[in-house]
């Protein structure tokens, strides 16, 4: 079955770090470009960082630049979202999902998703 499992998200202070996982089931990423997003409550899903299974590439957000790094373990089949400097705007589920294409600063998602995982900076 193809599927991607997120986890690592929990409650943190301002200024903390935190490491997401995101590991794929049925398939590798050798082909594919896998993606962080998120969403905030009343808010819509945004792209943070994304990386290129086959090159290695990678992209992040303006609001996340020189916090958040992504990684991939090719060898596990799994992603990994790098969080630092962690702040209360930064609170979100965060998701991964394959990429279909980055186009302008806007990462366009292929239709796989994880259920997500939830990520709150807070004091």
């Known amino acids: 079955q193809v599927q991607l499992v997120e986890s690592g998200g929990e409650l943190v202070q301002p200024g903390g770090s935190l490491t997401l996982s995101c590991a794929a089931f049925g398939f590798t990423f050798d082909d594919y470009a896998i993606g962080w997003f998120r969403q905030a409550p009343g808010k819509e899903r945004e792209g943070v960082s994304c990386?290129?299974?086959?090159?290695?590439?990678?992209y992040y957000a303006d609001f996340v630049k020189g916090r958040f790094t992504i990684s991939m373990d090719n060898a596990k089949n799994t992603v990994f979202l790098q969080m630092n400097s962690l702040k209360p705007e930064d609170t979100a589920v965060y998701f991964c999902?394959?990429?279909?294409?980055?186009?302008?600063?806007?990462?366009?998602?292929?239709?796989?998703w994880g259920q997500g995982t939830h990520v709150t900076v807070s004091s």
């Open positions: 999902g394959t990429v279909d294409r980055l186009d302008a600063a806007t990462m366009y998602p292929s239709g796989l």
């Open positions: 990386i290129s299974g086959a090159l290695g590439s990678t």
